[in-house]
C-alpha cells in the first residue's frame, strides 16, 4: 500500500510516546493464517559430514518446527527481540520485570511483583517452549534478560496448550544458533552503591550450540524504600544468577538439548525510623527501629532436557524432562520484630518439584493441524516456622513480658497433570478458527479437576486489518509454596493470635474468559490496535503479605469480576521507532472463603455483602518510550504511568497516581587497544519524582513501598 505522510504534530507525538523498536501487539503467529511445518534437510548435507552452514539451517529448521507446536491464535502477543532489549534505557541490564512492563495491561507492584490485566501474579515462564516451573514467591528475579534472543508475552483468550497461569505466558527463546562464536562483558555501576557485572559466552562447533551467561549484582537499595527518602536504611542485596543451554543436531529431523539456571538472591529488610514498641521484653528497655537486622535469602535451580524430532512433514514433537529445587529463608530481628510485631518468627520454605511436558503437531490435511500434548508435575513442599511471642489474654493483650516459642511445620506433596487437544482449521483463505479443549487435574493442598473447552479465531478484513475473538475456559490451581502454613490454634492466647479461627484450604480457581481485539496498520510504519476483556471468576485466588516476614500466602474470594480493554500503537520509520501503551481495568471481588485467618472480623463481614477492588487493581497504567538512531549514537527512553493500586479499609481507596520517566544514551567506540566497545549512560525516574506504590494498607499489604528514587547509571559493553 501507499505509504502515507505524518504530519509534524503527529510524528510528534509519536515520537515523544515512542519505544525502543518494540513490536507491537499480533493477533496470531504468523502473518500468514496457515502454519507451515519445517522440512527435513536436504538428503546428502548431514550432520555428521562437517558442514556447519548445514547444521545451522537444519537448526534453524527445527526451531521452526518447534515454533508449530505452540500457535498463538485468537491470543494477543507482544514481541521483544534484541534490538528492542538493547534500545531499553538499561539495556539487557534492565531486570525482566521491567521489561514485561513495557506490555499493554502489566501494572507494577512492590517486590517487583507484576500483575496482567488485573490478575495476581498468575504468570506463566516458558524458554524455548518448556514450562519452566515458578520460582518460589519473594521479590528476587530467578531469570535475567541477557539470555533472551527474544521474549514473547501472550495474554487473552489462550489456546488448549496453555494451562494452569494463564494471566499471561512469558515465553523466552535463548540465544543460541545465531549467537556468533565468542561472547561479551559488560559492568554497570552507578547509584545507591549499584554493581553489576555480566559475562555471555555462545558459539557453534559442528552439530553442537550452546550458550552460558552470569551475572552478579549488589546494589543499597534492594527492595523498595518503606519510606520516602532517597537512600533507605538496611536495604542491601547481593543477586547472583547463572544459566546455560547447550543442544546437538543428532540428524537432519532431530536434535537434544538441556539448559539449567540458578539464582541465589540476599536482601536486606529495610527499616524504618522513629518507631515505638508496641511490646515489652524482659531485660530490653528500648529498641531502635533504623538498627534492625532482618534479612532474607531466596534460592532457585532448574535443569530441563529435551528431545525434539520431525520425522516427516507432517509430524513435529518434542518431549521434556525438568526439575525445579526452590527455597525462601527469612530470619527475623528476633528482638525487633518481637518488641514491634509481637513476634519474631524465623520462616522456611521449600519445593522441590519433577516433571515431563510433551507436545506433538500434525499435518491432517492443507487446511488443519491437530495439536496435542500432556503436562505432569509431582511437587513435595516443605514449610517451618520456629516464631518466639508473648503470652496474652483472650482480647490479645500481653499478659507477659517473657516470650514463648511455638515451632510450626507442614508438609505436603502432590501433583498436577493436564491433556489437551486442539486443532487448527484454515476455514478461508482469511479465516482460522482454533478450537479444543484440556483436562486438568491437581492433588496438592487441594484435590479437583476440570475440563476446559477453548476457542480462538482471527480474520483478515483486509491485508492492514485483522480481528480476533476468543474464548478460555481456564483451571488455576493455587501455587504449592504459598499455601499458608500455619496452625492457626497454636498461637491463640498469644501476641500473634488471629483475630478470626477458620483456616480453609485454597481451592482452584475456575474463570470464563472472552476477548476481542482488532489491529489496523494506517500505514506500512505504523500501527494501532484495541482489545477488549472479560473474565468471570468463582474462587478467585488472590495473595497477601501477612505479617513481618516478606513471604506470600494464598487465599480465595467466593467470586470475581475482571474486566479492561487496551489501545496499542508503534511506529517505525529508518532509525526511530516508537510505541504507545494505555489501559484500562477493573478487577473487584466478593466474599473471603479461605485465608479467613489474615483478616479481621470487620472486613470479612464488608468483603461478604459487597464487591471489593482486589489491592491489586489500578484504573488506568500506560506505558511508552522512544528510540533514536545518529550514526553510532542511539538515545531515547521510557515512561510509566500508574493511577494507583487500592489502600484504605477493604481497598475502598487509591493511591495518588504517578509518572515515572528513564533516559538514555548510548554510543559504540572503536579503538587499536580496545577494540569494539558500548558506553550507556541510564537516568531512571530522571525528574525524581516521589511517589508511593503502596502505603501498608489494603487487603493483604503488609508494609508501604516507595518508587525508587532518581538514579544514574554508566555501563560499558565489551565484546570478544
Do not use: C
Amino acid at each position: 500500500m501507499t505509504t502515507l505522510r505524518l504530519s509534524a504534530v503527529t510524528l510528534a507525538v509519536a515520537t515523544l510516546f515512542a519505544a525502543p523498536r518494540m513490536a507491537f501487539a499480533d493477533d496470531t503467529s504468523t502473518s500468514t493464517p496457515a502454519l507451515q511445518l519445517a522440512s527435513a534437510s536436504p538428503v546428502g548435507n548431514q550432520p555428521g559430514d562437517g558442514s556447519s552452514d548445514t547444521i545451522k539451517v537444519t537448526a534453524k529448521k527445527l526451531d521452526k518446527a518447534r515454533s508449530q507446536l505452540l500457535p498463538e491464535t485468537g491470543s494477543t502477543i507482544y514481541r521483544f527481540d534484541t534490538s528492542d532489549l538493547d534500545a531499553l534505557p538499561q539495556g539487557e541490564d534492565t531486570p525482566l520485570n521491567q521489561v514485561i512492563l513495557q506490555a499493554p495491561g502489566v501494572v507494577q507492584d512492590s517486590y517487583g511483583q507484576l500483575h496482567v490485566r488485573g490478575d495476581h501474579a498468575n504468570l506463566q515462564y516458558r524458554i524455548n517452549g518448556v514450562i519452566i516451573p515458578e520460582a518460589m514467591t519473594g521479590f528476587g528475579q530467578s531469570l535475567d534478560t541477557h539470555l533472551a534472543s527474544q521474549i514473547n508475552v501472550l495474554t487473552g483468550a489462550l489456546p488448549a496448550e496453555y494451562g494452569y497461569r494463564t494471566a499471561g505466558v512469558v515465553d523466552i527463546q535463548t540465544k543460541g544458533v545465531d549467537f556468533p562464536n565468542g561472547g561479551d562483558v559488560s559492568v554497570v555501576g552507578g547509584t545507591n552503591n549499584y554493581a553489576q557485572g555480566s559475562v555471555q559466552v555462545g558459539g557453534s562447533n559442528g552439530p553442537w550450540n550452546y550458550y552460558l551467561n552470569g551475572d552478579y549484582l549488589r546494589d543499597d537499595l534492594g527492595i523498595e524504600n518503606p519510606i520516602s527518602t532517597r537512600n533507605a536504611l538496611h536495604d542491601h542485596t547481593t543477586q547472583g544468577k547463572g544459566f546455560g543451554f547447550v543442544s546437538r543436531v543428532l540428524d537432519d529431523s532431530s536434535r537434544i538439548s538441556a539448559m539449567f539456571g540458578v539464582s541465589n538472591n540476599s536482601f536486606q529488610i529495610p527499616d524504618v525510623p522513629g518507631q515505638t514498641p508496641n511490646y515489652t521484653l524482659a531485660g530490653t528497655t528500648t529498641v531502635d527501629s533504623s538498627t534492625l537486622n532482618a534479612h532474607q535469602n531466596e534460592q532457585n535451580q532448574f535443569q530441563v532436557l529435551s528431545y525434539q524430532a520431525s520425522p516427516t512433514e507432517q509430524i513435529d514433537y518434542e518431549v521434556s524432562l525438568f526439575h525445579r529445587l526452590s527455597d525462601v529463608h527469612y530470619y527475623p530481628d528476633p528482638t525487633g520484630d518481637l518488641m514491634f510485631n509481637g513476634v519474631a518468627a524465623a520462616i522456611f520454605r521449600k519445593v522441590d518439584s519433577i516433571g515431563l511436558q510433551g507436545d506433538t503437531a500434525y499435518k491432517l490435511t492443507p487446511t488443519h493441524t491437530v495439536r496435542a500434548g500432556f503436562f505432569a508435575e509431582h511437587e513435595r513442599f516443605g514449610a517451618d516456622a520456629l516464631s518466639t511471642t508473648f503470652p496474652a489474654d483472650n482480647n490479645g493483650n500481653q499478659t507477659s513480658s517473657t516470650p514463648i516459642t511455638i515451632y510450626d511445620t507442614d508438609r505436603l506433596q502432590g501433583g498436577t497433570w493436564g491433556v489437551y487437544l486442539q486443532d487448527e482449521w484454515q476455514a478461508t483463505s482469511n479465516l482460522v478458527i482454533n478450537y479444543g479443549a484440556r483436562f486438568d487435574r491437581t492433588t496438592t493442598v487441594t484435590q479437583e479437576q476440570q475440563f476446559s473447552p477453548r476457542l480462538g479465531m482471527v480474520y483478515d478484513l483486509s491485508p492492514d486489518t485483522r480481528i480476533h475473538a476468543g474464548y478460555a475456559r481456564y483451571f488455576t490451581p493455587p501455587p504449592t509454596e504459598i499455601i499458608g502454613a500455619k496452625s492457626v490454634a497454636a498461637f491463640n492466647n498469644t501476641t500473634n493470635q488471629s483475630p478470626v479461627q477458620a483456616d480453609t484450604s485454597v481451592l482452584a480457581e475456575r474463570s470464563h474468559y472472552f476477548d476481542v481485539g482488532i489491529t489496523h496498520k494506517l500505514t506500512q510504519d505504523w500501527s494501532v490496535g484495541l482489545d477488549a476483556y472479560y473474565r468471570r471468576v468463582t474462587h478467585l485466588q488472590d495473595e497477601g503479605q501477612f505479617g513481618s516476614a516478606l513471604i506470600f500466602s494464598a487465599f480465595n474470594y467466593n467470586e470475581g469480576r475482571i474486566k479492561g480493554f487496551e489501545l496499542s500503537t508503534s511506529y517505525k520509520h529508518d532509525n526511530l521507532s516508537a510505541y504507545l501503551n494505555v489501559a484500562r481495568s477493573q478487577a473487584l471481588g466478593k466474599e473471603f472463603i479461605t485465608g479467613q485467618y489474615n483478616f479481621t472480623p470487620d472486613k470479612i463481614a464488608y468483603a461478604a455483602g459487597n464487591w471489593i477492588h482486589l489491592d491489586h487493581d489500578q484504573k488506568l497504567a500506560a506505558s511508552g518510550g522512544a528510540s533514536y538512531k545518529l550514526g553510532d549514537l542511539t538515545f531515547g527512553g521510557d515512561v510509566l504511568y500508574g493511577s494507583g493500586l487500592r489502600s484504605g479499609f477493604a481497598n475502598t481507596q487509591h493511591l495518588p497516581s504517578y509518572t515515572q520517566v528513564n533516559l538514555n544514551a548510548e554510543e559504540a567506540f572503536r579503538t587499536e587497544a580496545l577494540g569494539k566497545f558500548k558506553v550507556r549512560l541510564s537516568a531512571l525516574n530522571v525528574f525524581d519524582k516521589v511517589y508511593e506504590i503502596r502505603d501498608g494498607t489494603g487487603v493483604g499489604v503488609g508494609a508501604p513501598q516507595w518508587g525508587p528514587r532518581r538514579g544514574l547509571f554508566l555501563g560499558l559493553d565489551k565484546p570478544f
